[in-house]
């Protein structure tokens, strides 16, 4: 079946940075055949998207709140997408997930076909 395994989440000071990694297995089709997504969700609030590659061409597109702090990138060799997170602040602290996608360039949640787990992150000094 498929699975989504995220890593890289833990606490960090604000300004710090950190580095998340999500490795895909089980599609039925080649792994760039999906687009791939970052959504988080802090305490309270309701899950966000942070971030999307899309499959083929690899545009990339960020929420407001993270453009120009986080990057987001795929090695479809490896079956995994990494999101680059700079400049953290408080607000970035969440439960941060991966989703793939069989749609060009998904962004909202019902677009997404398959869930990891989700990895925490907390930015705290």
């Known amino acids: 079946q498929v699975q989504l395994v995220e890593s890289g989440g833990g606490l960090v000071q604000p300004g710090g940075s950190l580095r998340l990694s999500c490795e895909s297995s089980g599609f039925t089709l080649d792994y760039n055949a999906y687009a791939m997504g970052w959504f988080r969700q802090a305490p309270g609030k309701e899950r966000e998207a942070v971030s999307c590659?899309?499959?083929?061409?690899?545009?990339?597109y960020y929420a407001d709140s993270v453009k120009g702090r986080f990057t987001i990138s795929r090695d479809n060799a490896k079956n995994t997408v990494y999101l680059q997170m700079n400049s953290l602040k408080p607000e970035d602290t969440g439960v941060y997930y991966c989703?793939?996608?069989?749609?060009?360039?998904?962004?909202?949640?019902?677009?997404?076909?398959?869930w990891g787990q989700g990895t925490q992150v907390t930015v705290s000094s």
């Open positions: 590659i899309t499959k083929g061409d690899g545009a990339t």
């Open positions: 989703a793939a996608s069989r749609l060009h360039a998904p962004w909202r949640e019902y677009e997404y076909d398959y």
